[in-house]
C-alpha cells in the first residue's frame, strides 16, 4: 500500500516524458492519445497540458469533459491511470504561465496563436499498479 500517494505518483509523473490522455468520442468510445509531459501539476489532482485548439480531442473534451491520463514507468513496470475532467483553456495569462521554450514548433504563431490552448485536467481518483499489485486511491 502507498504511504504517501502525492508523492509516490507525483515522483512517477515527474520522471516521464510521455503521458497517454483518454478521452470519450461522440459515440461513447474511448480514444487514447500519447501526449507530452504535463506542463505543471499542482500535486496530482491538478494538471496542464498544451495542445492544438483545432485537436479532435479538443473538440471531444467540449462535448463530454470526463477524461483518464495515465503514466508509465516502462523501466519498473508501475503506472498510474488518473480520471477525472477536463477543461479547455483559451485564456491569455494562463497560456503565457505555461508557454515553454520550444512551443513555437506546436504553434508558430506563438503565445498568442489561436490553435494554441491548453488543458485542465482535474483528477477525482485513480488506480496505481507497482510490483503485480494494483491499488485505488481517492485524490483529495
Known amino acids: 500500500m502507498m504511504r504517501d500517494p502525492v508523492q509516490t505518483i507525483g515522483n512517477l509523473i515527474d520522471k516521464q516524458k510521455t503521458s ?5 468520442d461522440a459515440e461513447g ?7 507530452l509531459q504535463p506542463n505543471e501539476r499542482e500535486g496530482i489532482r491538478i494538471l496542464y497540458f498544451s495542445t492544438n485548439t483545432s485537436s479532435m480531442r479538443v473538440s ?19 503506472g498510474v491511470m488518473l480520471r477525472g475532467q477536463i477543461e479547455v483553456l483559451t485564456d491569455a495569462e494562463t497560456k503565457r504561465r505555461l508557454w515553454r521554450t520550444g512551443d513555437e514548433r506546436y504553434y508558430p504563431g ?13 483528477a477525482r481518483d485513480g488506480r496505481y499498479y507497482s510490483n503485480y499489485h494494483s491499488e485505488d486511491f481517492t485524490v483529495l
Do not use: H, W
Open 29 to 35: 468510445f474511448p480514444n487514447v492519445k500519447a501526449m
Open 20 to 24: 497517454f490522455l483518454g478521452s470519450v
Open 60 to 78: 471531444q473534451y467540449q462535448e463530454n469533459e470526463k477524461a483518464c491520463v495515465y503514466f508509465c514507468d516502462k523501466r519498473f513496470f508501475r
Open 110 to 122: 506563438g503565445v498568442d496563436d489561436p490553435d494554441y490552448c491548453i488543458l485542465r485536467f482535474t
